[in-house]
């Protein structure tokens, strides 16, 4: 992963950062999202609806290594933004 961006940020709601992550300088993923859910946070990654209803992810990782090192990422981006605006508000 070459970048990694924050792109909206709401604190207040279970949804929590909007992130695009670019791989290798040659291909990125927007809309993944910080989740906060019942056991913490997680990402989900884009996805859309089914005509049945049924939310499908239009791009995954598809090993769990890949899986981690994305999570990993996202993570240290949203938490690095989280110390920064605290860091910020008390000066």
Known sequence: MTDVSLNRINLNGP?????????DDAFAV???KVVEGKKGLFIAMPSQVSPEGIY?????PI???????LSKAVF?????????SKGNKEC
């Open 15 to 23: 949804v929590k950062a909007l992130v695009s992550v670019t791989f």
């Open 63 to 69: 090993s769990q290594e890949a899986r981690d090192s």
């Open 30 to 32: 927007h809309e993944i």
């Open 76 to 84: 240290d981006a949203f938490h690095l933004f989280i110390i920064e």
């Open 56 to 60: 499908q992810d239009i791009v995954h």
